[in-house]
């Protein structure tokens, strides 16, 4: 079967880029490979059986199109599916769009609502379609009642499968409960114990309920100093709270204050990373992209941050022909240029990286900004006072002109300061305009920093030289 430029590449890449701490390894890739290229079913299960389903994901991930193609329909109905719930966007599309029914079917029983949740939210409707029909009426209702919340909320994020009692149990009570149930999830940390309006009103750690005597009713154990979330709270309040409080689980209700579902810490850290990277894609400009995607899909993606970039510089670049005369009469100028402006330029990412990451875990806020300001301000001007004694220093003596020293040396103070006061004012500037703080921050904050720079340091050449 004849693979993309696209496929190749990804697949070199793979293929050279050694062991992973992880469990996945060279030759553990070598190994499913050959088993598949030898249409050996047994085998390719059998090496497939010792790795854990982010492993396998990842290895999904790594190899060229065809040979994922191959190595799922060689797979079958073994298929495990929480291999599914890891899987890259596309990478977990594409497979889906290839999987017969019966084995969609299969892998999708392995998993809770909240997983299948995740892997039908971003699906076209006719791949939603065949994710839904795959669930028994009772999954399904929980699932498309789950859709229904808004994205990245803690209603898509929690899990429904959600394990209660009433507070006159007993720990027999609710031992026996468990012992006889077989719908129970795969992972629950606390017991929700719920009014008979199905309020949530308290929890119990199931290791307080296993070391309780079995007469013990329910309310004496309960903790009812507990969190709960909106289904409609955005997945990063869920996140910074899980982070904040050391939780481990937590209840959701509706609009009403009856129980929804539970978010879990794995679901929770999950939301974490995903807030985490989102922002330093946006600060980099390389929006959603993952490994497994094509040269072109990342070209194409790229492209529209570069043109946005290209912009700038010709912002910067006509800050420069302004002072052409200047520079004409006083080459000198030429080489040093790009040094202002890249100091700023560094200063003020350092800044921004800071400033973005605290406004992301909410430790910089209105009480604090005015201090943050004003110390970033300072580091600017002490940084810039340092470096200026070097530059002028170096200046004046290579090019025998203390002038030009001084020109320099003014103008990366200046800069040094700007790029500290840009860095905390563009993200908290765009916050306040309701857009991610991450989002063309750098960009912003470049462009800042290379115009004050240039025009500081030409303007200041242009009063003293000329």
Do not use: C
């Not at 839904?132 to 929690?158: P, Q, T």
């Not at 609710?174 to 149930?181: C, M, T, V, Y």
């Not at 020293?405 to 004012?425: S, T």
Request: proline fraction near 2%.
């Amino acid at each position: 079967m004849s693979e993309t430029v696209e496929e190749t590449a990804g697949a070199t890449v793979a293929r050279d880029a050694g062991s992973h701490d992880d469990g996945l390894n060279r030759e553990t890739v070598e190994r499913v490979l050959a088993a598949v290229e030898a249409d050996d079913h047994d085998a390719l299960v059998e090496i497939l059986d010792e790795l854990h389903p982010a492993d396998i994901a990842d290895l999904l991930e790594q190899v060229s199109r065809s040979e994922r193609k191959a190595l799922i329909t060689l797979w079958g109905v073994q298929l495990d599916g929480a291999v599914l719930s890891e899987l890259e966007e596309r990478v977990r599309d594409e497979i889906v769009a290839e999987l017969p029914d019966h084995v969609l079917i299969q892998a999708l029983q392995e998993l809770e609502t909240d997983d299948v949740v995740y892997l039908a939210e971003d699906m076209d409707e006719p791949q939603q379609e065949r994710i839904l029909r795959a669930l028994d009426d009772v999954d399904r209702a929980a699932v498309e009642r789950s859709l229904k919340y808004e994205d990245y909320s803690a209603g898509r994020l929690m899990q429904t499968e959600v394990v209660v009692a009433p507070e006159h149990w007993t720990v027999g009570n609710a031992i026996d409960f468990l012992r006889n149930e077989e719908w129970l999830p795969e992972s629950f940390y606390d017991l929700i114990i719920v009014s008979p309006q199905m309020h949530p009103i308290g929890t119990v750690s199931l290791g307080r309920l296993m070391g309780s005597a079995r007469k013990t009713r329910l309310r004496e154990l309960m903790n009812e100093d507990f969190r709960t979330f909106r289904v409609d709270q955005s997945q990063e309040d869920v996140a910074y709270a899980f982070n904040k409080y050391h939780l481990i689980s937590a209840p959701v209700v509706d609009a009403d204050g009856r129980l929804a579902g539970v978010i879990t810490i794995d679901d929770a850290m999950e939301a974490l990373e995903e807030e985490t990277e989102e922002d330093l894609r946006l600060l980099a400009g390389v929006g959603d992209e993952e490994l497994s995607d094509g040269v072109f899909t990342i070209a194409r993606a790229r492209f529209v941050w570069l043109v946005v970039n290209l912009m700038t510089a010709i912002v910067a670049a006509s800050v420069i022909g302004f002072f052409s005369e200047t520079i004409q009469m006083h080459v000198a100028l030429a080489s040093l240029m790009p040094i202002v402006a890249s100091m700023g330029g560094n200063a003020g990412t350092q800044t921004l990286t800071v400033a973005a990451r605290a406004l992301a875990t909410r430790k910089l806020t209105a009480s604090n900004m005015t201090r943050v300001i004003g110390r970033e301000g300072i580091v600017g001007l002490l940084n810039g006072i340092g470096f200026a004694v070097v530059m002028g220093t170096l200046s004046a003596l290579y090019f025998s002109d203390h002038v030009i020293g001084l020109v320099i040396g003014l103008a990366i103070i200046g800069n040094m300061v700007v790029a500290g006061f840009a860095g905390v004012l563009v993200p908290i500037g765009l916050e306040k305009l309701g857009v991610d703080p991450a989002l063309a921050s750098g960009t912003f904050v470049t462009t800042m920093t290379d115009v004050f720079g240039f025009f500081a340091f030409l303007g200041l050449a242009t009063l003293v030289l000329m």
